[in-house]
Nanobody
Framework: QVQLAESGGGLVPPGDSLRLSCAVS??????VAWFRQASGNERETIAS????????HYEDVLKDRFTMSKDRAKSTVYLQMNSLKPEDTAVYFC??????????????????WGQGTQVTVSS
């Protein structure tokens, strides 16, 4: 079973930046992804990356401000968020699947989830 633990969230003013981290443990990890869920909304895909090889896939609406990366030596994935806006306020989750997800990832494809980290953008 895969274990995931997010960190790095907080309260920041608009225009600021944050880097979220997700520690990944377990075996047979195929894909790791970032999602977010704002209050009252459904869970939204941000980006995903194959755990072994491959390149990240971003949702078009966020790709100009958000960057996903991984460090397999540290068993960690990151989400760099720049030029944050109030609309980015949400709980941010990392998720994993033992499968190599092809195409646009969906939350239902990921059986393993972290507890989430709160990001609040407010002035």
């Amino acid at each position: 079973q895969v274990q995931l633990a997010e960190s790095g969230g907080g309260l920041v003013p608009p225009g600021d930046s944050l880097r979220l981290s997700c520690a990944v443990s377990g075996s047979t990890v195929g894909t790791v992804a970032w999602f977010r869920q704002a209050s009252g909304n459904e869970r939204e895909t941000i980006a995903s990356v194959p755990w072994s090889g491959g390149i990240p896939h971003y949702e078009d609406v966020l790709k100009d401000r958000f960057t996903m990366s991984k460090d397999r030596a540290k068993s960690t994935v990151y989400l760099q968020m720049n030029s944050l806006k109030p609309e980015d306020t949400a709980v941010y989750f990392c998720a994993a699947s033992s499968r190599r997800i092809v195409g646009v990832p969906r939350a239902t494809q990921f059986p393993y989830w972290g507890q989430g980290t709160q990001v609040t953008v407010s002035s």
